[in-house]
Structure formats: C-alpha cells, structure tokens
C-alpha cells in the first residue's frame, strides 16, 4: 500500500449498493409511498425478492448483521407465520407484474427455518408472485446448524444457488469470533447440496479478523478454488463495537492494521485470480463460466443491497424485518424493530418505516457510482448524456477524482475516471466523489475503505 493512501483507507465510506444509502433514510417516506410504487410496477415486468430470516443459532462476534439467537424455535416459527402474511400482503399490493426472475433467502441464517418452514415460505412466494423460467432461487447458510432433511427441501423448493458462509479455516481465527467450523464440515455440506443438484455454490471469506495472517487468507482463498465455488465475495471485518455491540468480544489488539489488511486482501485476489478467477468490482471473483463474470463482460453488471448481481430486475421487494424495497423510484425499508414489524402486519398494514423517493440527482449519480463500482471506469460525460442533462452536471465528482489522481488512487482523462488494477480495494473511496449526501468523513455507522 502506498503511504499516500493510508489517511484514505482509514476513512469510513459506504459501500454504495445504493445510493443514497441506508443511512439517508427518513421516516417521511412511508407506507402511502411504498403502496404506490408497488402498485406502479409495470404490466409483464419481472420483479425480484429478498426474504430476511433475522435469526442465527449461535451469533459470531464478527457479524455486523441485523440477527439474533432465538433460544428455541417458537420466535423463528412466529416470524414465519407473520412472513406468510406480508407476502401476501405485499402480493396484493403490486401491480399485476412479470413474476419473480430472482428469489433469495437471506439472513442471519435461512437454515435455522425448520425443512416445512422453509417450503412453506418458497411456495407462498411461488403462489403468490409467480416464478419466471429459469428463476434463480438462492438460499445463505451456516454450515454449522444445517438440519435433517433441509438439503432435500432447498432441492424440493427450487434452490439452484447456495452461499454458505465460510469467512476463515484458521482454527485459533474461528475461536477468536466465535464461529467454530471444521473443514470437513464445510465439505460435507457442499458435497450434500451438489448430491441434490444445488451446484452453483458461492463462498464467503473474510479478512482483517482477530488473529487472521495473510497465510490464513490464502489458506482460505485456496480451499474456496479446490471446492469449485462458482463465486467468491471478500469482506473486510468491519470493527464498529459502537454499532454491533457483541464486536465488543473481539480483542482489538488482535486485528490487523491497515497495511496488513490491504496485504491480505491483495492476497485473497492474488490466490483466486491464479486459480483462474476473474474480479468482479470490489471485492467479488467468479469462475469465468458464471453468470456473473458472464455479465461483467457484457457490461450487465448490477449492484444491489446482496452485493454485485446479474439481476437485471429495476423492482427488488423486500420481506421480513429491516428488509429494503427498491424501485424506479425509491426504497422502502421494513420496520427494525420486530414488534413494531409485527404489530403492522398484523393491523394489516405495508411494515415500511422509512425510505426516500428518488430525485433526477440521485438518479444521475447513482448511474455513476454503480458504473464505476461495476466496470473500475465511468465516463461522466456519457453518463451525463444517457441521463439527459448537461455535461458540466458532474464536474464537481471530477474535481474530487482530481485530488485522489494526484496520490494514484484514480486517472482521469478528460471525462473518464478509472480505477487501476491495485487500487481496487480503494474503489468505495473513488466513488464517493460522486456521493453529494454523504460528507467526506462518512457517518460512523460505515465501514472503513480497506
């Protein structure tokens, strides 16, 4: 890491899978908002789904996610029940749409739902949005709490993309945040869902966790290659104790700093590109076979709340508490807190407490940021003419792009910016200078650049 690039790298940016971010949310857009857009979605148009299981069985230290431990499973088996209302809730809400082109599960951890659960809720959202041809349907699992029979239920109900949260091999690692699994654990279930024919398999790795070395990276980065996983996401741990507060578990003696962090996340992409992956933006990799590399060559990338997608779909609607709902012309977000999400279901109402309707600004910039995030290159002149406003309407982001070429963070030649190759982890840092809500010291609820 160059040293110029250190202050940078310390800043806390967001991580722009939307713009504007969660954090610009305001209770002024509402429930009347959300029914609107629901009801505006067009004739034919295919739609996606996100479904929110906010519950894990054992809470890993690392996790910044919205999630508990239920202690049993009478509040897991309640939330589904109050599920199953908003689906069809929201489904009488919408516009009469092209059905589901993409469905994904996600958490916490989806597998703490029992194998009837689960199907009941795949086929309440088959019942009641429909499922297009080819639909991806995709599920995140801990491999430590898998249940008899809930592999043949994924298989049952349509799983054909599974994501199983690996983070590290390293033992003394996985003691230090409280997430204790073998590898042959992980093998074991990979192995289970292919004998099902679940082959598309996606891994979740980590660095910057307590203890974690660059040799445990690799070791990591490595085992996600010889395993066939068709998708590999990188995520840097993100230490805000403030914000998730069994963080306060981890030692912060133990994490590495920012140098370490960028060696080992230069590491992760080293061992997976020689493997033969390609990077997608950030910090995603993709066998050169899968949709997503796929896309990223085509220039259909996307980036949504899940992280970088082949979705092409403009309407995600999301269930479950905290879920966001994203449309042409907003997001909605799902109440927090869990009763007040329960008691508006059960009144019968749209669970949304907060979100923003989008203005032709937003617009404009959000087309950049998610360029530059999806291709490490915009041209700010074309994206000034594709939206239909005056060439200068960005000048203000080029003149930011400037002072970070001065350190090499960026290039910019005439209109364009780019990301070089070994400033990609700095990606979230460059796309800022679009990002005309946030201050240039980003709230303390995001994640550090690196």
Known sequence: MKDAWIPFAARAVPRYTSYPTAADFSPETGEAQLRAWMAAVAPGEPVSAYLHIPFCEKLCWYCGCATSVPNGYRRVGEYTDLLLKEISLKADAMGPHGGL??????????????????????DAMRRS?????????AVELDPRTMQAGQVAAFARAG???????VQTLADDVQQAINRVQPREMVVALIEDLRGVGIGAINMDL???L????????AQAAQFAAEMGAARVSVFGYAHVPWFAKHQRAINENTLAGIRERFTQARVAAMTLEAAGYVAIGL?????????????????RLRRNFQGYTDDPCATLIGLGATAISQFRE???QNCKDRKAWAGAIQAGRLPSERGIALTAEDRLRAHAIETLMCQLEVDVTAVCAAMGVADDSLDDALESARALEAVGLCYVSGSVITVPEEARIMLRTVGQCFDARSPALAQQRHAKAV
Not at 107 to 121: Q, Y
């Open 330 to 332: 907003g997001f909605s």
């Open 206 to 208: 980590m660095y910057g």
């Open 210 to 217: 307590p203890y974690q070395t660059t040799q445990h990276v």
């Open 159 to 165: 799983v054909n993309r599974a994501s199983l949260g």
């Open 101 to 122: 082109a993409h469905l994904h599960f996600g958490g916490g951890s989806p597998n703490i739902l029992s194998p009837a659960d689960f199907l009941e809720l795949a």
């Open 283 to 299: 910090d995603h990799y993709a066998r050169a076979d899968d949709a997503l590399a796929i896309a990223a060559r085509a220039g």
């Open 129 to 137: 949005f429909g499922l297009r041809e080819g639909a991806e349907i």
